[in-house]
């Protein structure tokens, strides 16, 4: 049988109407990931993943979200069995997230190197959690169009987006383009954004880097960052990190109305969008002084040159 939503919902109705005996019990579905790995819901409705014994991955505790544990035994309810493996415990009892989190992990089991690919996606979890107290759903929007407009010229641009809102840069530079930071607006009639110090310096050092200024637009009927989220998955490679990036943005910020619920002007906040070159050659911040380090400029747009390459 093969894994799709149908499936899951089917056997998720089942799972959840068990009445489990033991505290450590999974009522295991009868489809298989890859490498042979088994998935279950607990007695809380939790998804377990029991990855396999080979995964030499370190246990981690990310809070109410998601737990990878040490080697542990665990019993089937429904198959009277004992199995044993490294349980990854996601605590999100909505079905659709379930699902997507399944996925993505089954997708990541399937390479040779799925190790890596697992400990990579943690990390882009845990760095999404972490920043979800500050999400800001006009500047991920924001953030999500610069990608859209970029990815026509740059096909793999969604894998240098940080998509957190505790980076200095958000488009980390490659081969294939310069370093992007990405400011918003809701203004019409100015572009005047804050850069902190700490990006006023890092474009001193870094000349070749770009700041895309975007206006934002808000229309009732319009898209969410949620809903501009999975339609990139339908335009990116999904053995990209961009496509990893993302997938974990749809989980990390589910449960926020400002995520799922704002909703934004796509093609108007992507028309709106202006390359400029920053340089700040009169601005002596090689060594600034402690007090001024965690300050923060107004910059008017109008006082940089528009970039000629974007």
């Not at 005996?21 to 990931?33: A, P, Q, R, S, W």
């Not at 909703?263 to 009169?282: A, L, Q, R, V």
């Amino acid at each position: 049988m093969k894994l799709n939503l149908e499936n899951f919902k089917n056997y998720h109705q089942i799972a959840k109407d068990y009445s489990f005996n033991k505290t450590e019990g999974v009522f295991t579905c009868d489809i298989k990931l890859f490498k042979d790995s088994i998935f279950g819901l607990d007695k809380n409705s939790f998804l377990i993943i029991i990855l396999p014994l080979k995964c030499d991955l370190a246990s981690f505790q990310i809070k109410d979200f998601l737990t990878l544990k040490e080697n542990t035994k665990f019993f089937s309810e429904n198959k009277k069995l004992n199995l044993e493996g490294f349980p990854l415990v996601f605590k999100r009892k909505n079905i659709d997230d379930q699902f997507g989190f399944l996925s993505q992990i089954n997708l990541l089991l399937e390479s040779n190197d799925y190790v890596d690919k697992l400990s990579q996606f943690f990390c882009i979890l845990q760095k999404a959690r972490n920043s979800k107290s500050n999400f800001n759903g006009p500047a991920f929007f924001a953030e999500a169009c610069t990608i859209k407009k970029l990815l026509k010229f740059i096909p793999n641009i969604a894998n240098q987006w940080s998509s957190s809102a505790t980076s200095t840069i958000d488009i980390y530079p490659s081969e294939f383009n310069p370093a992007i930071e990405v400011k918003s607006t809701t203004s019409i009639d100015e572009r005047i954004h804050k850069l902190s110090i700490q990006q006023v310096r890092y474009f001193q050092n870094n000349k070749s880097s770009l700041l895309a200024s975007v206006v934002i637009y808000k229309k009732e009927n319009g898209i969410s960052c949620k809903e501009i989220c999975e339609r990139f998955l339908n335009e990116l490679p999904s053995s990209e990190t961009g496509y990893a990036q993302i997938k974990g943005a749809l989980l990390a910020y589910s449960e926020l109305t400002d995520f799922t619920d704002s909703c934004f002007d796509e093609g108007m906040t992507i028309n709106s969008i202006k390359f400029y070159e920053p340089d700040f050659p009169e601005l002596p911040l090689d060594t600034p002084p402690l007090w001024l380090r965690g300050g923060k400029l107004d910059v008017d747009m109008e006082a940089l040159q528009l970039s000629k390459e974007y």
